[in-house]
Structures are given as structure tokens and as C-alpha cells.
């Protein structure tokens, strides 16, 4: 992996694993069921062949993605998302809820599968499950 950020910072080193071109839409069209190399290639429109494999096997590397070999002659891969790479489907849900705040051009909401009302994010404590309102971003070794 290529350091672009070397910054102590949850966001930055974050970036630095996905923050390249196209490598959060490649892990949202596995998401989505898009799982061969040709699927996602076609939901990319504009993304060259060689890119889309360079993102995949840094996706692997960084254990967001696995991979499974379907067909041997000429060899071919299903690609599966990890536990780690399934949790980005909050940043999805997330850039989709500030999109349709946002854009002026939206082409997605997100909505409550029962009723189709737009939701929003709500935080909680993971320590007591409960809903809070006030947060904020503190360093681990304030915590200490």
C-alpha cells in the first residue's frame, strides 16, 4: 500500500486504503452483487481493465476482498466482500443520505423497506445501546 496520508487520523488512514479513484465504487458493486471481474466492469463505465484489476488486488491485500477462482481455462474470480469491506455499506448509506440532502442532481434515497419514508443516521452508545445525540471525535489518548 502506497502512503498518501501519514497523519495519525482515523479519516486519513482510512484514505489510504480507500481513498483511491474508483475504489469505493468497485467495492460498492460487489456490494451490490456485481461479483466477477466483467459485472463490475460493466457497472464502471470508464474504468480500464487494467485499473479494475490493480483495485482488486489492493482490495485483497488489504483484506476487504477475497477472491475465488470459478474458472480455471482462461481463469476467472468471484470476488466476496469481508466482514471488514460488508462494514462500508454504512459509508455507502451515509454519502447516499448526504447526496440526497446536498446534490443538486440526486439519484438515490434511503429508505425505511416497510413504510419508504427517507431515514437518517442516529448514533448509539455500543457500551448501553442507547441513542445519543451529543458526540464528538476524541483522541484515544484523551481517553486514557
Same mark, same amino acid.
Given at each position: ?66 477472491? +475465488? ?10 470476488? &466476496?466482500?469481508? +466482514? ?30 416497510? &413504510? ?11 457500551? &448501553? ?11 484515544? +489518548? +484523551?481517553?486514557?
Amino acid at each position: 500500500m502506497k502512503i498518501k496520508y501519514d497523519l495519525p487520523c482515523n479519516i486519513a488512514q482510512s484514505l489510504n486504503i480507500i481513498g483511491d479513484r474508483w475504489t469505493l465504487l468497485v467495492i460498492h458493486e460487489i456490494l451490490i452483487g456485481q461479483t466477477t471481474f466483467n459485472e463490475i466492469k460493466r457497472g464502471l463505465d470508464g474504468i480500464s481493465a487494467n485499473l479494475l484489476s490493480e483495485r482488486l488486488k489492493l482490495l485483497e491485500a488489504q483484506g476487504l476482498v477475497t477472491s +475465488e477462482l470459478y474458472s480455471s481455462h482462461p481463469p476467472r474470480y468471484q470476488y &466476496t466482500l469481508t +466482514e471488514s469491506g460488508k462494514d462500508l455499506e454504512h459509508v455507502f448509506h451515509a454519502l447516499i443520505i448526504w447526496g440526497s440532502d446536498h446534490l443538486d442532481h440526486c439519484y438515490k434515497k434511503l429508505v425505511h423497506t416497510t &413504510t419508504g419514508d427517507e431515514v437518517g443516521l442516529t448514533y448509539y452508545s455500543k457500551r &448501553t445501546g442507547e441513542i445519543v445525540h451529543d458526540i464528538q471525535a476524541v483522541s484515544l +489518548e +484523551e481517553e486514557a
